[in-house]
């Protein structure tokens, strides 16, 4: 069974930076696309960055050019560089295959106030 283990959260200004990590156990990343989701509040989960198995990366345009995933196989983790941070990016944080193919970690919260 695969189980993700997020953190790096917290509370940061506006314009603030921020780096998610995500502990993916059984030696699955060389094997399969892996993205960071979030939710906010009131609002669906939503897929922002993804890093595929040919080590390409993709994002949701809200994040484009702010955000960076990356992903390090020897440790099996994914991170999750975020910068210019705005309110608009809080929510809770996770890491899943692309498609969400796992059982959801707990999640780590993200909250980008003044």
């Known amino acids: 069974q695969v189980q993700l283990v997020e953190s790096g959260g917290g509370l940061v200004h506006p314009g603030g930076s921020l780096t998610l990590s995500c502990s993916a156990s059984?030696?699955?990343?060389?094997?399969?696309?892996m993205g960071w989701y979030r939710q906010a509040p009131e609002k669906e989960r939503e897929l922002v960055a993804t890093?595929?198995?040919?080590?390409?990366?993709d994002y949701a345009d809200p994040v484009k050019g702010r955000f960076t995933i990356s992903r390090d196989d020897t440790t099996w983790t994914v991170y999750l560089q975020m910068n210019s941070l705005k309110p608009e990016d809080t929510a809770v944080y996770y890491c899943n295959g692309v498609p969400a193919i796992w059982t959801w970690g707990q999640g780590t919260q993200v909250t980008v106030s003044s």
């Open positions: 890093f595929t198995r040919g080590g390409s990366t």
């Open positions: 059984g030696g699955i990343l060389g094997v399969y696309a």
